[in-house]
């Protein structure tokens, strides 16, 4: 083919129309102009009623445990520990060895016999003048000195017999018939397992909200069925390492899952709310200094620093930052930026579990 010029010219003027349409189109793809609002969900704050409870690990404890140990060391001579079985207040557990306590008694108590006929003879004596005050006061100072000594042995004799503090049930034993003990041996234990402790401990900022009298449901681990227990004490300060403050509870409840070491879940009844503002976990949005929610104005997002209460396993409660009636954003919450334009996909409302 042969080009005039007036062909040549034509074909320039094509090929650059072509080149500018191909370098406009990109920029026309990506105009802002063309984009709409960001489609998500939203939650419709309304008021709830709402009972402030809260859960907290606790232990089941007996009344009263102790360990069972001698005070003296010696051989076991009578044993009687039946392990698993109650005992009353007194009741004799272990006897050690005393036959060598036992003679010192006999011999003092020989010896007082003796010094009181004496005492009697000299104080005859020293109505009639027959002898000096002095060797008076000194046979009646022996006498007294025997009394004191046959009630140290005494008490050595009761040192050898172990008997039960209190009514209990006697745990598993640790010495048979035979035995040397000596006070780092334990025996046995006894607890008042009719009676049972309920131990657990409860945030400082919850501390004024717990007061003895106050009623306690716990649920033992792998149990089925609500317990009552009734605050007795609490502990005098809040503990500086946990800031948790130590709380004693009374088991009221009378059940055969209740023993003594197993594990439980406390929960505590601290208050109501009748136009609590609940929102899903989910939508609010941590910080480092504070905690914040997307709200939809208009149609643009606006974030809102928020308090925070109790919580479950789906909404939190918002103490400040929302009002009824806002409507909160609960999905992209990573991708809106302030003032974007949003839209409402799908709204929910508050639903009871």
């Given at each position: 083919m042969i080009y005039t010029p007036h062909r040549f010219a034509i074909l320039l003027i094509v090929l650059a129309a072509a080149s500018c349409k191909s370098k406009k189109a990109p920029v026309q793809a990506n105009s802002p102009r063309n984009a709409g609002p960001m489609v998500v969900d939203g939650f419709l704050v309304t008021p709830q009623h709402i009972s402030d409870k809260m859960e907290v690990p606790g232990s089941l404890l007996p009344a009263e445990e102790t360990q069972i140990r001698t005070e003296v060391s010696g051989r076991v001579v009578r044993l009687n520990v039946q392990e698993g079985t109650t005992v009353k207040q007194g009741e004799l557990l272990v006897k050690l060895f005393d036959q060598d306590l036992q003679a010192t008694l006999k011999k003092l108590q020989v010896q007082l016999e003796i010094a009181n006929?004496?005492?009697?003879r000299l104080r005859d004596l020293l109505a009639i003048n027959g002898i000096s005050q002095q060797e008076y006061d000194l046979s009646k100072l022996n006498v007294e000195n025997l009394k004191a000594d046959i009630e140290s042995t005494r008490i050595a004799i009761s040192k050898t017999e172990i008997r039960a503090p209190y009514e209990g049930k006697l745990g598993l034993r640790n010495v048979s018939l035979g035995?040397?003990?000596s006070p780092s041996d334990i025996v046995t234990t006894i607890r008042q397992v009719d009676r049972l402790k309920l131990e657990f401990a409860v945030p400082e900022k919850y501390a004024k909200e717990v007061r003895a009298g106050s009623k306690v449901t716990f649920r033992v681990d792998g149990g089925n069925q609500d317990h009552i227990a009734?605050?007795?004490?609490?502990?005098?300060g809040v503990d500086q390492t946990t800031r948790t403050l130590r709380i004693r509870a009374i088991v009221t409840s009378n059940h055969a899952e209740l023993v003594p070491g197993v594990f439980a879940k406390?929960?505590?009844?601290?208050?109501?709310?009748?136009?609590?503002?609940l929102i899903p976990s989910q939508a609010v949005l941590p910080?480092?200094?504070?905690k914040q929610v997307i709200l939809l104005r208009k149609d643009s997002a606006l974030f809102s620093i928020v308090e925070?209460?109790?919580?479950?396993?789906v909404y939190v409660q918002v103490l400040s930052g929302i009002k009824p009636g806002?409507?909160?954003?609960?999905?992209?919450?990573m991708a809106i930026r302030p003032n974007a334009k949003?839209?409402?996909?799908?709204?929910?409302?508050?639903?009871?579990k």
């Open positions: 006929k004496n005492e009697e035995s040397y003990l009734s605050v007795m004490a609490t502990e005098s406390v929960s505590l009844q601290l208050g109501s709310s009748s136009d609590a503002m910080q480092i200094r504070n925070t209460g109790i919580r479950d396993s806002d409507t909160v954003i609960t999905t992209g919450l949003i839209k409402i996909g799908k709204l929910s409302r508050y639903q009871s």
